[in-house]
């Protein structure tokens, strides 16, 4: 498989490569959301759960938006990424108009009077972390395949066809690997 261009870098997505056999990080795309000397965090875009914001978290307004897996670091606290941008007190810019975290108050009162929408943000139980270098070894191990992030990636419809879908806007050669079969002793 060819090297891919990009590097890891906050905005970008990783993609698993279909051998990694890895239960967390199968057929994962993750959204980096910072990288530096310290190390990487981001968040699995493609692991919903069958549990609704609602159910998960006490004193929340009734919002319909399920649970991610963002991974498995810290997977007792709530994360989120959206839309709301700067309107968001402490929201921080990933990349281009996609925003993480901000004012948890601010948010739920935004949610209750109606200026939050299901399709601008995400809720996530946990992050996926490297520590410093640790990513770079699983890019020479062949682990992952680095690509661009856009909204339309971070806030797929169908998230169980975000794995696919990222590899095959990726060119023809990734395209191949959206096909190849989660196990191959079944073909």
């Not at 980096?32 to 978290?57: Q, R, W, Y």
């Not at 941008?85 to 004012?103: D, R, T």
Request: hydrophobic share 35%.
């Amino acid at each position: 498989m060819k090297k891919s261009i990009l590097k890891p870098n906050q905005g970008v997505l990783l993609i698993s490569e279909p051998f990694l056999a890895d239960s967390y990080f199968k057929r994962s795309v993750v959204l980096l959301s910072e990288h530096d000397k310290s190390g990487t965090l981001g968040f699995i875009l493609n692991k919903p759960t069958d549990v609704n914001i609602n159910d998960a978290v006490e004193d929340f307004p009734d919002f319909k938006s399920p649970l991610y897996f963002g991974g498995p670091v810290e997977t007792d606290t709530l994360f989120y990424i959206h839309t709301i941008g700067p309107k968001l007190q402490g929201a921080k810019e990933i990349v281009n108009g996609i925003y993480w975290g901000g004012n948890y108050d601010q948010l739920k009162l935004m949610i209750d009077t109606g200026q939050v929408q299901s399709n601008m943000i995400r809720f996530y139980a946990g992050y996926s972390g490297w520590d410093p270098k640790q990513l770079d070894n699983e890019l020479k191990e062949k682990s992952w395949v680095v690509s661009e992030c856009n909204q339309r990636f971070t806030f797929y419809d169908d998230p169980k066809c975000l794995w696919s879908q990222v590899l095959r806007s990726m060119g023809q050669e990734y395209a191949l690997l959206a096909n190849y079969p989660e196990d191959p002793a079944l073909n």
